[in-house]
């Protein structure tokens, strides 16, 4: 009996290689597909790990956000080139559609049971603290905490990050936006103050001031 554990486990490890093996090759068919896709999901990647690093992530957790990081965007192998390729702002209709890669990213990944957190990372990435994301309108620590700190990440690179159409903002305005909006809702207000924080350090930039209280 011991010997058959060990033979269904061993195979079982074999399938979930073998599927991380496809979500990689898919994962490099979209980066083929859509040139930004890749030099964002590296960025988004980065950051995810120094985020993940500064909150005490253990290193078999911050390598499965690594590869969830990694994978985050690959629902967008179903969106059809004209939207996702566009080199200008998206329209209603179209950002209609864009917004479906998550849930296309969930379904690739769904069969890695064991690895359930980059079904997690994929589907959850564009849900908000306060619960106005989607695709499931997730609120607070119902959303997964790797999915909530790639979401960080990938909102950082959407800012800063080169697209076609824009250049991207300087960081010292992504940082004031960040610090202006970190309780608006749409982040973690643990996870975007750390955030924060590593980005000054990073690029040596001061905190602003704080307000005196009056006197009473």
Same mark, same amino acid.
């Given at each position: 009996?011991?010997?058959?554990?060990?033979?269904?486990?061993?195979?079982? *490890?074999?399938?979930?290689?073998?599927?991380?093996?496809?979500? &990689? &090759?898919?994962?490099?068919?979209?980066? !083929?597909?859509?040139?930004? &896709?890749?030099?964002?999901?590296?960025?988004?990647?980065?950051?995810?790990?120094?985020?993940?690093?500064?909150?005490?992530?253990?290193? /078999?957790?911050?390598?499965?956000?690594?590869?969830?990081?990694?994978?985050?965007?690959?629902? !967008?192998?179903?969106? *059809?080139?004209?939207?996702?390729? !566009?080199?200008? #702002?998206?329209?209603?209709?179209?950002?209609?559609?864009?917004?479906?890669?998550?849930?296309?990213?969930?379904?690739?990944?769904?069969?890695?049971?064991?690895?359930? *957190?980059?079904?997690?990372?994929?589907?959850?990435?564009?849900?908000?603290?306060?619960?106005?994301?989607? #695709?499931?309108?997730?609120?607070?620590?119902?959303?997964?905490?790797?999915?909530?700190?790639?979401?960080?990440?990938?909102?950082?690179?959407?800012?800063?990050? %080169?697209?076609?159409?824009?250049?991207?903002?300087?960081?010292?305005?992504?940082?004031?936006?960040? %610090?202006?909006? !970190?309780? %608006?809702?749409?982040?973690?207000?643990?996870?975007?103050?750390?955030?924060?924080?590593?980005?000054?350090? /990073?690029?040596?930039?001061?905190? #602003?001031?704080?307000?005196?209280?009056?006197?009473?």
């Amino acid at each position: 009996i011991d010997h058959m554990a060990d033979s269904i486990e061993e195979l079982l *490890e074999e399938q979930e290689n073998a599927y991380r093996n496809m979500v &990689t &090759t898919l994962t490099r068919a979209l980066e !083929k597909k859509d040139s930004y &896709t890749a030099a964002h999901s590296g960025r988004v990647t980065r950051y995810s790990l120094r985020l993940g690093k500064k909150i005490g992530l253990d290193k /078999e957790t911050l390598e499965k956000l690594r590869f969830g990081a990694v994978t985050h965007d690959l629902g !967008k192998i179903g969106i *059809e080139d004209k939207v996702l390729n !566009k080199p200008a #702002p998206l329209d209603d209709d179209e950002y209609e559609i864009m917004k479906q890669h998550p849930t296309f990213s969930k379904t690739i990944m769904k069969p890695l049971v064991r690895f359930r *957190e980059y079904a997690e990372i994929a589907g959850s990435h564009h849900e908000h603290w306060d619960g106005s994301g989607y #695709p499931d309108g997730l609120a607070g620590e119902e959303i997964p905490l790797l999915a909530r700190i790639v979401a960080i990440a990938d909102a950082w690179d959407a800012m800063t990050g %080169d697209r076609v159409y824009r250049k991207g903002m300087p960081v010292e305005k992504a940082v004031s936006i960040l %610090d202006d909006e !970190k309780d %608006d809702g749409q982040f973690d207000p643990q996870l975007i103050r750390a955030f924060i924080a590593l980005v000054r350090e /990073e690029y040596d930039l001061e905190a #602003p001031a704080q307000a005196e209280e009056p006197e009473t």
